[in-house]
């Protein structure tokens, strides 16, 4: 368990703004913070990490006090168990792929983790590569596996995929899946992507001028109820075309295109480009192999 108090003034664009949050998150959950540029998401997650210090707060990591301004308690970063991947991330670029993991060992740590995360992220063809020869999203795989060499009890996710491409950010987003599935670790993602937040979390903590504004599951959030469904994926509108008297949405939901059939009255309330919600819960979904 994560109990989380911080009380800090920041300075943003319109002058001086309050973070002030409470959160408490369940040990091996992967929990999103969402919100507009500014909330103070990364703010957070530095406080986190022991880079940036709050007026007033406690943070208590599976019962153990890493910071108690109250009791003047402050673990120094080095001594919190934390992953921290953010976007540009740097890798040293005079260490091949295999000798960035292995430098993140513990003293004394027996160096099978780093054979385990090399087979589970993919990263054999990668190994004796120098981070210089890598693209953004290879780079971002080794940084994710570096973060987990140390085996931390928190993991932290600060846009680590914002500058990727939508093919392989997807790629990468089952990565984050399978090893938070593999490891359980608790993990905190920052993100600004509707679509990153839904299909990894489940919490969504939404963050306003440095308030939590609402939280809840995914479909909570941002249906506005709880939506419950047989199935349920997240995508964006393409299109919305008239056809006699309805209307059909093209939503991309990953590299499919699914047509919806919506009445002019729900047509009205969506545009191209929005994300939602795709549900279904009157019957039941066909399944059938393909190829
Ligand atoms: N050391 C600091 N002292 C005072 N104010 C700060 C400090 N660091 C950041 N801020 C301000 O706090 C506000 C929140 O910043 P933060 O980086 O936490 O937001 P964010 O939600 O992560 O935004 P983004 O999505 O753009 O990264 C910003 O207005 C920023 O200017």
Redesign the pocket.
């Known amino acids: 368990m994560i109990q989380l108090s911080l009380y800090k003034k ?4 319109h002058g001086e ?1 309050i973070l002030d949050i409470d959160i408490q998150i369940q040990s091996g959950r992967l929990v999103a913070i969402y ?10 997650l530095r406080m986190l990490a022991g880079l ?1 210090h709050p007026e007033k707060g406690k943070i208590i990591v599976n019962n153990q006090t890493w910071l108690d301004c109250s009791e003047a308690i402050n673990l120094k970063p080095q001594k919190r168990k934390i992953g921290y991947v953010f976007q540009d991330l740097a890798l040293f670029p005079n260490m091949s792929v295999r000798e960035n993991l292995l430098f993140a060992l513990d003293k004394g740590q027996k160096s099978d983790i780093v054979d385990e995360l090399i087979s589970i992220m993919e990263l054999h063809k990668l190994e004796t590569r120098s981070p210089d020869t890598l693209s953004g999203g290879q780079r971002q795989r080794v940084a994710l596996a570096r973060a987990l060499v140390k085996q931390p009890d928190l993991l932290l996710l600060d ?1 680590p995929l914002s500058a990727i491409d939508h093919q392989m950010r997807s790629k990468l987003q089952d990565y984050i899946l399978e090893v938070h599935k593999k490891f359980q670790l608790t993990t905190i993602l ?1 993100s ?1 992507d509707i679509t990153e937040v839904f299909k990894l979390s489940d919490h969504i903590i939404v ?1 306003e001028n440095g308030r939590i504004q609402k939280q809840g599951s995914p479909s909570e959030v941002f249906s506005g109820k709880n939506m419950s469904g047989k199935f349920q994926f997240t995508g964006d509108i393409l299109s919305i075309e008239k056809e006699e008297v309805v209307h059909i949405v093209s939503v991309l939901i990953g590299n499919n295109i699914v047509k919806v059939i919506v009445t002019e009255e729900e047509a009205n309330d969506l545009s191209v480009g929005n994300k939602v919600i795709v549900a279904s819960k009157a019957f039941n979904p066909i399944i059938r192999r393909i190829g």
């Open positions: 920041l300075q943003a664009n703004m919100g507009e540029s500014g909330a103070g998401k990364t703010s957070i940036f846009e920052v600004h963050l």
